[in-house]
């Protein structure tokens, strides 16, 4: 083996080598992008994990309903939750791009600080057409109280002005923030990767709901960890067909769930918020 | 008129040839006014095109306008591109029906999917209530619809639709290709609901459990007056749960309801089968109209 400016090529057969520090370097991207950097993998990893402190454990979104009223079992999970992943999923992926998309399209630019105005009213406007895709009174609130408190600690981990500038006018204007929007901008001002901030929130909320399962089903700890591991393959599909889609087209069809959440405010005893 | 992500792009994506031109593309728009010497609604302008027609404009007794929607060719066909544009003014009242189920046939083979296109405008303390008879789509249809709603302040809706499984007598349960509903209704420049709804039941089962179920009819019902506030909203949600706890057997159909973002809310229905679903439907409109307006929901008669 022979070292010529970092780079290892074998003697015998001429192949370059990177050495792991310069490959860690390419995987860095630009200009300190945290894409598929392992610090940004591991932040993602964190933001994503349902024990963030923002309320993720006290939501079923309408499913303490199916299950209460015998609609969906442990049987029935895996079908119900591949369901869940082609309507709602796709919905809220769509969505978390277009999040994404509107936090790195103001950073691109110079001087973003002048734009604020033009992003709080694309960022109002997106979270109130979510909003009024969730026909749900309880679902919505749900989402919205999860992206309120998502996008807080967000601007709890550092100075970006554009979660402060959501948070202002989102209160100000007595808009709601959805789960799915405020998770996209948060990752897209953190500068990860967009198909695998997507990825994370798409198995954040399948992790979320099969999480919540166990408590409302006879759902042990290995069938639990089986359906959610048999799901991904699923959660990338959806992750890659919603790269393509726009908001004014992402559909969404849940008759049986949004029937649990807006049944959800009428359940006699209730282990969750919504 | 564009439909993003529509007929023609599934079409497109099945690689159907787009060549054939469209079978027919014809509109219809009604402009209704309040008669300000006898306080009547009116249909003051009208412009049709076969199929779609409207005879005449009847009163209804409390000052409100009732039409029915025809279509004389009997149903929608492959490559119809049909409008309807629906103009209510100030302070008019209109109601709305169809003389009979909407047909959705299946289009040739090669030949074009079915779209229309609806544009809603309410006036200021205007109210239309929109209470059509179900859509059916046909084994192989295709069919696109879009709608946009703008209720301006202080205006009223009462609007359902009814999507039937497809023809459930001879046993033809959803055997359609595609359907596609688009919904935006806005109230004083606000989003308040948007439905986008697209159905490929051999590409993706309805009955999943995350879908319909066992249930195989589905109805939406918006209820809207700009301008009441949000407590008033809950109070009549709790009322209309109340109503729609006494309908039926939860085997047999479910009803849901929940307060919109602002102004208005929803109720939602999924019937196993199709004839439960209309009785409910007009109890809701009644003690709603009841609620908001204080006057009787009067069932539009019907000319068949």
Redesign the interface.
Same mark, same amino acid.
């Given at each position: 083996m022979g070292r010529a400016e970092g780079t290892y090529i074998h003697m015998s057969t001429g192949i370059r080598n990177e050495p792991f520090w310069a490959l860690r370097e390419i995987r860095m991207g630009y200009e300190g992008d945290l894409g598929r950097s392992e610090l940004g993998e591991l932040r993602l990893l964190h933001l994503a994990d349902s024990a963030l402190p923002i309320g993720g454990l006290a939501h079923s979104l309408g499913l303490e309903s *199916?299950v209460a !009223?015998e #609609?969906?079992g442990a049987r029935?999970l895996p079908? #119900?939750? @591949?369901?869940?992943l082609?309507?709602a999923g796709f919905?809220e992926a769509v969505f978390c791009r277009a999040g994404f998309r509107l936090g790195s399209r103001f950073l691109a630019v110079e001087r973003p600080e002048d734009r604020l105005q033009s992003f709080a009213r694309d960022w109002l406007a997106l979270n109130? @057409?979510l909003? !009024?895709?969730k026909? !749900? @009174?309880?679902s @919505?609130s749900g989402s919205a109280s999860l992206g309120r408190n998502f996008l807080a600690v967000v601007g709890g981990l550092g100075d970006f002005a554009l979660v402060r500038e959501a948070l202002r006018v989102s209160k100000g204007e007595g808009g709601?923030i959805h789960h799915s929007v405020a998770f996209g901008l948060g990752s897209g001002v953190l500068k990860f990767e967009e198909d695998r901030a997507v990825l994370a929130f798409l198995h954040s909320c399948a992790a979320s709901l099969v999480s919540a399962c166990q408590r409302l089903l006879p759902l042990g700890q290995n069938a639990a960890t089986r359906i959610l591991w048999e799901l991904k393959p699923a959660i990338v599909e959806i992750m890659r067909r919603s790269a393509g889609?726009?908001v004014?087209?992402? %559909?969404?069809?849940?008759? *049986?769930?949004? %029937?649990g959440?807006?049944?959800h405010p009428?359940l006699a005893m209730r282990l969750f918020i919504s | 008129m564009e439909f993003a992500g529509s007929v023609a792009g599934i079409e497109r994506e099945a690689g159907v040839a787009l060549l054939e031109r469209p079978h027919m593309a014809a509109s219809l728009r009604l402009d209704f006014e309040r008669d300000l010497l006898s306080g009547q609604t009116v249909l003051a302008g009208s412009h049709q095109e076969p199929p779609l027609k409207v005879v005449r404009a009847f009163g209804t007794g409390d000052g409100a306008a009732l039409v029915h929607l025809h279509n004389v060719s009997g149903g929608l066909l492959g490559g119809d591109r049909l409008r309807l544009e629906v103009n209510v003014g100030a302070d008019a009242q209109v109601q709305i029906t169809t003389s009979g189920a909407t047909r959705i046939y299946r289009p040739r083979a090669g030949a074009l999917g079915t779209s229309q296109a609806n544009e809603v405008r309410v006036g200021p303390q205007g109210l239309l209530e929109y209470l059509p008879d179900a859509v059916i789509p046909f084994a192989g249809a295709r069919f696109s619809q879009w709608t946009s709603i703008q209720l301006a302040d202080g205006a009223g809706l009462f609007w359902w639709e009814i999507l039937a499984p497809g023809r459930e007598a001879r046993g033809e349960i959803f055997e359609y290709e595609s359907l596609e509903l688009k919904t935006d209704l806005m109230a004083a420049g606000r989003l308040i609901a948007v439905e986008r709804v697209r159905l490929e039941p051999k590409k993706r089962t309805l009955d999943s459990r995350a879908r319909l179920g066992a249930y195989r009819t589905w109805a939406t019902f918006y209820i809207c007056r700009v301008g009441v506030g949000a407590a008033e909203w809950m109070v009549l949600e709790a009322e209309l749960r109340a109503v729609l706890g006494l309908l039926g057997r939860r085997e047999d159909l479910l009803w849901g309801v929940s307060t919109l973002a602002a102004h208005g809310l929803v109720v939602r229905c999924a019937a196993k089968r199709g004839r439960d679903v209309l009785p409910g439907l007009r109890e809701v409109w009644r003690t709603a109209k009841w609620r908001l307006y204080g006057r009787l929901a009067v069932v539009p008669r019907k000319v068949n």
């Open positions: *199916l !009223a #609609f969906v029935e079908e #119900f939750l @591949r369901g869940f082609e309507e919905l109130e @057409r909003g !009024a895709m026909p !749900a @009174r309880e @919505r709601l889609c726009s004014e087209d992402a %559909w969404c069809f849940m008759p *049986l769930l949004d %029937w959440g807006m049944e009428a | -």
